[in-house]
Every structure is written in C-alpha cells, then in structure tokens.
C-alpha cells in the first residue's frame, strides 16, 4: 500500500508563472490536507478538501492561491503568479475520513522555488 | 488560537546522553500530541502520536509524554545515537487542523 504520493518534489518556476503541485492521497483516503513549510518557519495549515469539496480553507493566501481535489484523480494545490515569498515546500497529507482519532499521514512534499 | 512552542530551538548533545525535548501548547483541549521527524529537505517521518485520553507512547528508545492540563508534551530519547540527528517537529491537532511547532533542531555529536 503506497503511501501519500506528491509530485513534481521539486519545481522550479519564474516570477509571474503558474505552479501545480500534485498530491495522491493513500488508497482508501477521501479526506487531504495541505500544508506550507516557509524557510525557517514551522508548517502552516492552508486548506482541507475532500472528494470536489473544499471544507475549511482557512489558511490559504486570499488571492493566486487555489485547490481542488476531483472526484477522479490528484488533488491540486495551484499557485498563479508566483512570487519569491511563494518558495516554500508544500507538503500534502490524508486520512480515511474526519474523524479526530484519525491520523494525517504526510507525503515527501513538493520544494517550490521562484526565481 | 492555538500555538505550539518549541524549546530550545537547537540542541547539541555528546552520542550516548539521554535527551528530553520540550513542548508546550495553548490550547488544552487538542484531540492528539504529535511528535516528526524531519531530516534536512526531506519529509515528515511520524514518531509517535498520543491520543487525548492518553498519557504517553513509547517506540523503541522513544518516550512521549502528554501532560493536557499543564499544556506540556516532552520527547524522551534514550542512548542518542548520530543517527538521531535532525529537526523533531511537535503538533497538535485541533479540529480538522494540526499546530506545528517550529521544531528543535537535534545534533548528535559522535
């Protein structure tokens, strides 16, 4: 059984251009969470999605920031317009359902750099 | 709002030393304590998790504690060994969110 997959791990992208960030959650896991590691910050949630709904998106950026998680397919953290502040590593995670006895398990993150 | 402290930030210890690593948390009414590692560029590597109701968790050379009504949790890590070397992460989770503290910076020395 595979764990929480994300891809590209690495990205690089110039001022200006899009990034999308790519997360498989592990089989059997409708619920994902995404999180934003700044350099010399500690992890920060941004939002939690399940199946084509978006249930708390509390801590994401108010503009160029969005996600999805379709009903087929990736969940997709996308960032337009990216900026140097955006450089970060996004780590994505997932559980079974909502339920606080459930654990969120992590994927290796993507590392997103913005020259 | 929640808020999750780490201290120290760094931590420098000869190989062999038993070690304890702090944190502390606002908010008393958090449903787990959870404890990652995190080597340098690579992902979260859960340790150990406790549940509310529970007091501590251990694995292998590792012992968590969770103190709720003081808002303390410590990682216990026995005979450090070099490959201890790395970030441990303390979080909370808090409704659909987890608190991440930023982390104790762990240096084994051999």
């Known amino acids: 059984n595979a764990g929480v997959m994300q891809n590209p791990r690495h990205l690089v992208r110039r001022r200006g251009q899009e990034a999308r960030l790519r997360c498989s959650p592990m089989?059997?896991?409708?619920?994902v969470y995404w999180y934003r590691q700044l350099p010399e910050e500690g992890l920060k949630f941004m939002v939690y999605?399940?199946?084509?709904?978006?249930?708390?998106e509390s801590g994401m950026p108010k503009e160029r920031f969005s996600a999805e998680f379709p009903k087929e397919g990736p969940s997709i953290l996308r960032i337009q317009q990216v900026v140097r502040g955006d450089s970060a590593a996004y780590f994505c995670?997932?559980?079974?359902?909502?339920?606080?006895?459930?654990?969120?398990?992590f994927g290796p993150g993507t590392r997103l750099t913005v020259l | 709002k929640q808020e999750v402290t780490q201290i120290p930030a760094a931590l420098s210890v000869p190989e062999g030393e038993n070690l304890v690593l702090n944190c502390s948390f606002t908010?008393?009414?958090?449903?787990?304590l959870q404890w990652f590692r995190q080597d340098p560029g690579k992902g979260l590597t859960s340790l150990l998790l406790?549940?509310?109701?529970?007091r501590e968790q251990t694995s292998g050379r590792l012992n968590a504690s969770l103190d709720k009504s003081s808002g303390r949790s410590t990682l216990y890590i026995a005979a450090s060994q070099p490959g201890d070397s790395a970030t441990y992460l303390c979080?909370?989770?808090?409704?659909?969110?987890?608190?991440f503290g930023k982390g104790t910076r762990l240096h084994i020395l051999p």
């Open positions: 995670a997932s559980s079974t359902d909502y339920s606080t006895y459930n654990e969120q398990f």
């Open positions: 089989k059997g896991h409708s619920h």
């Open positions: 999605l399940q199946k084509e709904n978006i249930i708390d």
């Open positions: 908010d008393s009414a958090i449903y787990n």
């Open positions: 406790i549940q509310s109701s529970q």
């Open positions: 979080a909370g989770r808090r409704d659909d969110k987890i608190i």
